[in-house]
């Protein structure tokens, strides 16, 4: 009977680490997709575009394998205290990830059709909130990785930058569509982009709010730190097409 017991006991490690090892898969990749739809926008990369949205199956497809083992876990392991938070959480966090790899290959598309021919749209301030959210999400995947709740709240405090960098973004292209209507068609792509750039922070956030549930057992306040909002009608609903 002990030696039962202990079987049962290394076989759910086992499969708590397949799951930590998927989760880990997914940061990665999601993580590769921002970078390459990053450089989309910058160099007008038309491959990198590609290979974002390339991307994009394979993290659905890991999803549904994470969802199968969470709820096989759920069903026959029975598990409770921190293992259980962290088994829910994994499929909360699966979830967030799967955005984030959606609003990416977005942006890769649109990176595209907002190419400038006469360059006469600065993309820095774009550029700058890119790396912004690029950097938060890998703090993010990192805290995953090492159940890491200080650093967890490190990207809640964050999220506040990405806000007012959207702000920010969001005024400058405004303000080229007012004084040319020939770059209106460019800056409403890249006002989506700013949006789905925003969103993806949000989901960051979102993981890192789970990451710091799981381990500590203590929910961050409802109410998150905020840096503004441009306006509640132009660019405010999301966009994954």
Known sequence: ???????????????????RAMM??????????????????SDHDESA??????????????????????????????????DLREIVAALK????????????????????????????????GLRSMGRLVKENLGRTVDAVIAHDANQAMEVWHAD????EHYVTVFRELVTYMIEDARNIRACTELLFIAKNLERIGDHATNVAERVYYAVTGENLPTTRPRGGSPTRSLGQGEDTD
């Open 1 to 19: 009977m002990p030696h039962e017991r202990s079987h049962i006991v290394s076989s759910f490690e086992q499969e708590l680490e397949q799951l």
């Open 24 to 41: 880990v898969k997914i940061g990665r990749i999601v993580e590769e997709q921002v970078g390459l739809a990053l450089r989309a926008i």
């Open 49 to 82: 575009a590609e290979e974002a949205t390339r991307l994009d199956p394979e993290v659905d497809e890991l999803e549904r394998e994470v969802e199968s083992l969470v709820i096989r876990l759920l069903a026959l392991r029975s598990p409770m205290g921190a």
């Open 93 to 124: 966090i699966t979830g967030d990830l799967e955005r984030i790899g959606d609003y990416a290959a977005s942006i890769a598309r649109k990176a595209i059709k907002a190419a400038s021919g006469d360059g006469q749209i600065s993309l820095s």
């Open 160 to 163: 506040r930058g990405v806000d």
